[in-house]
């Protein structure tokens, strides 16, 4: 059974940084493709950053530049780094890999940006 488990979210004012971290057990992690996703009540949930087990990554249009997405294969962890926060980036933030034929998601870190 895959378990992602999010931790790091909370509040910051505007400008601020956190970082997010994703903790994956019951995946060979070190061939998974991992991603960070985002969602606001109400709104689509959309791709914030993924990076592949190579190393590639690929970021939403909204947050280049102020994310990075990283890994630690050997903690089995995915990390997003997040600078200059805006209140726009408030949001539900969720850690997800495709493995075994299917998608799986966290339960998601809560992220506010607010003065």
């Known amino acids: 059974q895959v378990r992602l488990v999010e931790s790091g979210g909370g509040s910051v004012q505007p400008g601020g940084s956190l970082r997010l971290s994703c903790a994956a057990s019951?995946?060979?992690?070190?061939?998974?493709?991992m991603g960070w996703y985002r969602q606001a009540p109400g709104k689509e949930r959309e791709l914030v950053a993924e990076?592949?087990?190579?190393?590639?990554?690929n970021y939403a249009d909204a947050v280049k530049g102020r994310f990075t997405i990283s890994r630690d294969n050997a903690m089995t962890r995915v990390y997003l780094q997040m600078n200059s926060l805006q209140p726009e980036d408030t949001d539900v933030y969720s850690c997800?890999?495709?493995?075994?034929?299917?998608?799986?998601w966290g339960k998601g870190t809560l992220v506010t940006v607010s003065s």
């Open positions: 990076i592949t087990s190579g190393g590639s990554t």
């Open positions: 997800k890999t495709n493995y075994d034929g299917r998608s799986w």
């Open positions: 019951g995946v060979n992690f070190k061939i998974a493709t």
